[in-house]
């Protein structure tokens, strides 16, 4: 099934952000989009994983970066594997999660990578805005990430700010196939109310079902792992997915 889903044309929705012009009260006007995470693919052939979901129609590629230390035990890849490939898909929009301690050591290997946005975790670094503010003189988009148990507080919302994306995690990081927590949707929608063009991400348990629960709390953007790579179909999964997050946009109140 998977030599359709290579013949099909790139969809160009990667490269473009929508946002509707003028003040909005919800993220209805935000433009939803679907990232695989590589995660769950074949991680001896990540090239090929990347090309496949890209060519399925995924928006962007998620790629959790894991050093061994801040989740005990986890490993992933680096920055040289990004790189690697950044060669092979020159267009594409990669979405680096980091889940490593002292992720602001690693911003100007994510440039030199060729990541398209570096997200962080606000439990791992040490000063957030600065880390930020650093990213972004490196030509980067970046990411603030919160692990379940880290609560959406003035803290949090006033650091939020600098950002161009809230990745609020719907399980604990470390590994693919964890159930949605549905106890994640208050922070979304708390910070939908703060930041109404913010996009905000959800990761972890992202099925059609929790992508829309997800949207309709706030959320316009979706990393998956299970739900598309175990699919028999990952164009219909990508596209089930984006139907899940229209779904929940259009409920949100
Ligand atoms: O960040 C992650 C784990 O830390 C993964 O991106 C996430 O778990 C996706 O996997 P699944 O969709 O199977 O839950």
């Not at 209805?28 to 989009?33: E, I, M, T």
């Not at 439990?123 to 988009?141: F, K």
Request: with cysteine; glycine share 8%; aromatic share 8%.
């Amino acid at each position: 099934p998977e030599i359709e889903e290579l013949a099909a044309p790139l969809s160009s929705g990667p490269f473009v952000w929508a946002f509707a012009a003028g003040h909005v009260r919800s993220s209805a006007a935000l433009q939803v989009r679907v990232g695989p995470s590589v995660l769950a693919g074949d991680l001896s052939n990540l090239a090929f994983e990347t090309h496949r979901v890209l060519r399925a129609g995924a928006d962007y590629v998620h790629l959790d970066m894991f050093d061994g230390n801040w989740i005990q035990g986890a490993f992933t890849f680096g920055p040289m594997v990004v790189k690697a490939l950044r060669d092979h898909e020159p267009r594409a929009y990669f979405d680096v999660h980091l889940c490593v301690t002292r992720p602001e050591q690693y911003l100007e290997e994510m440039a030199r990578a060729g990541v398209s946005r570096v997200t962080f975790h606000f439990e791992a670094v040490t000063d957030p805005r600065e880390a930020a503010e650093h990213a972004h003189g490196l030509g980067l988009d970046v990411g603030l990430a919160l692990a379940p148990e880290t609560a959406v507080d003035t803290t949090v919302l006033n650091v939020a700010e600098l950002f161009d994306v809230v990745l609020v995690m719907t399980v604990p990081p470390g590994f693919g196939g964890q159930a949605f927590m549905p106890e994640m949707l208050p922070k979304l929608k708390r910070l939908r109310e703060v930041f109404p063009k913010k996009a905000l991400e959800v990761d972890g348990g992202v099925t059609p079902l929790t992508a829309a629960l997800a949207a309709s709390a706030g959320a316009n953007e979706a990393v998956a792992g299970s739900s598309v790579f175990r699919s028999r179909n990952v164009r219909r999964a990508i596209r089930e997915l984006r139907r899940g997050l229209e779904k929940g946009q259009k409920e949100q109140s």
